[in-house]
């Protein structure tokens, strides 16, 4: 079984639709990271949480808001889609000891 | 976090060794160098990091050189999978602060021919 997972794999929406797009880890990991990968762009850092209680903003935050229900579980919620939402987005997690981040399948969301 | 440089693509045969370059004339002295690849619209995956000296993993090696300008990515046996998205990156244990954002540029495209 893979160690971080996302869902839905796929999502198609409407502009102004809420949605919510799930991350969980089997790793143990403390740290989890949302991301969205646009082509030409690479990654940009949209949501970042390093424990339960704590959640910080990345370099896209507008228009998203994210939840850390427990430690394996990080939810990105897109509460008023629009066109230019349509990305990969991507989970990852890391630990503190250990900085590399391992990254969930991706969603790849369109929003018309 | 430093800057760096890869060729946008190359070409290895399989079986053969596929050696990828990276400079970072810039990176100072508390950066590591980290490598991860990208198969098309997959998640991201790591390969190896290091900071000065030379690492060796299951999955490849990475030769620093001693200014640390430049660094080499090597995969040994190159296999029809290792097709893909190389990014070298650059970045601080430091730098919590910033929440450990990783950095991606345009990478190197590493096409493993038959």
């Known amino acids: 079984d893979a160690d971080v997972t996302q869902t839905p794999r796929n999502r198609i929406t409407k502009t102004g639709k809420r949605i919510m797009l799930e991350c969980s880890q089997t790793?143990?990991?403390?740290?989890m990271y949302w991301y969205r990968q646009d082509p030409g762009l690479g990654l940009r850092l949209i949501y970042y949480?390093?424990?339960?209680?704590?959640?910080n903003k990345g370099e896209i935050s507008d228009g998203y808001s994210v939840s850390r229900q427990a430690q394996a579980k990080f939810s990105l919620s897109l509460e008023s889609a629009i066109p230019n939402q349509t990305a990969l987005y991507f989970c990852?997690?890391?630990?503190?000891?250990?900085?590399?981040?391992?990254f969930g399948p991706g969603t790849r969301l369109t929003v018309t | 976090d430093a800057k760096t440089t890869q060729p946008p693509s190359m070409d290895c045969a399989e079986g053969r060794a596929a050696n990828l370059p990276c400079n970072h004339s810039t990176i100072s002295g508390n950066e590591y160098v980290y490598w991860y690849r990208q198969i098309h619209s997959q998640g991201p995956q790591y390969i190896i990091h290091?900071?000065?000296n030379n690492e060796t993993n299951e999955m490849a090696s990475l030769i620093i050189t001693e200014d640390r300008k430049s660094s080499t990515l090597i995969l040994p046996h190159a296999t029809l999978r290792d097709t893909a998205v190389y990014y070298c990156?650059?970045?601080?244990?430091?730098?919590?602060?910033?929440?450990?954002?990783?950095?991606f540029g345009e990478g190197t495209q590493l096409t493993v021919n038959p």
């Open positions: 790793k143990g990991h403390d740290r």
């Open positions: 949480s390093f424990d339960v209680k704590d959640i």
């Open positions: 990852a997690t890391s630990t503190g000891v250990v900085r590399e981040q391992y």
């Open positions: 990156i650059v970045r601080s244990h430091m730098r919590e602060t910033s929440g450990s954002r990783l950095t």
């Open positions: 290091g900071l000065k």
